[in-house]
T-cell receptor
Framework: DQQVKQNSPSLSVQEGRISILNCDYT??????FLWYKKYPAEGPTFLIS?????DKNEDGRFTVFLNKSAKHLSLHIVPSQPGDSAVYFC???????????FGTGTRLTVIP | EADIYQTPRYLVIGTGKKITLECSQT?????MYWYQQDPGMELHLIHY???????EKGDLSSESTVSRIRTEHFPLTLESARPSHTSQYLC????????????FGPGTRLTVL
């Protein structure tokens, strides 16, 4: 059973607007969450992370929000740029464990 | 910028061939990982290593094997490739800090005919 879910396979946003990518998880033991960005024919690139002791982490145009009670996190990109067009993967882990559990990804298209 | 390399980037081979996918990192990381990903699917962990001479199987069963003789090198081998092995294989490494993210290589796209 998939422990990390990204229910939107794709999202299209106008350049300059906000992109919101969502992720849900089922394992209440997860306490560290990451977002990766992946271009075609390349490996995932780390974007931003958040630990369960926080509910928000911001890095430039990227902000991740964590709602532990809902087991939900989201990535906000504002303003969106055409170069942000890629597949975004949500991942979760238990601190100290070796494994990252990934969602199936959301393909973001930013329209110029 | 992460320094983790994978070769070849693309490989098309016939059924029954033995192949080795190479992965090297120059960051001195002890922890290394192999993931398998099919289009539209999540990444699945197939092997990991905590250091030299340490290898473990991941959550997804795989017919591949790995070795870790040197810290920087973590090759994956398929003794007899089959069409069901067609996939993208991603290598990753991470440091020892508790919250370190995993750094990924560019991946190898394997097609078995």
């Amino acid at each position: 059973d998939q422990q990390v879910k990204q229910n939107s396979p794709s999202l299209s946003v106008q350049e300059g607007r906000i992109s919101i990518l969502n992720c849900d998880y089922t394992n209440s033991m997860f306490d560290y969450f990451l977002w990766y960005k992946k271009y075609p024919a390349e490996g995932p690139t780390f974007l931003i992370s958040i630990s369960s002791i926080k509910d928000k982490n911001e890095d430039g145009r990227f902000t991740v929000f964590l709602n532990k009670s809902a087991k939900h996190l989201s990535l906000h990109i504002v303003p969106s740029q055409p170069g942000d067009s890629a597949v975004y993967f949500c991942a979760a882990s238990v601190t100290g464990a070796n494994n990252l559990f990934f969602g199936t990804g959301t393909r973001l298209t930013v329209i110029p | 910028e992460a320094d983790i390399y994978q070769t070849p980037r693309y490989l098309v081979i016939g059924t029954g061939k033995k192949i080795t996918l190479e992965c090297s990192q120059t960051m001195g990381h002890d922890k290394m990982y192999w993931y398998q990903q099919d289009p539209g699917m999540e990444l699945h962990l197939i092997h990991y290593s905590y250091g030299v001479n340490s290898t473990e199987k991941g959550d997804l069963s795989s017919e591949s094997t790995v070795s870790r003789i040197r810290t920087e090198h973590f090759p994956l081998t398929l003794e007899s490739a089959r069409p069901s092995h067609t996939s993208q294989y991603l290598c990753a490494s991470r440091g020892d800090y508790i919250y370190n993210e995993q750094f990924f290589g560019p991946g190898t796209r394997l097609t078995v005919l």
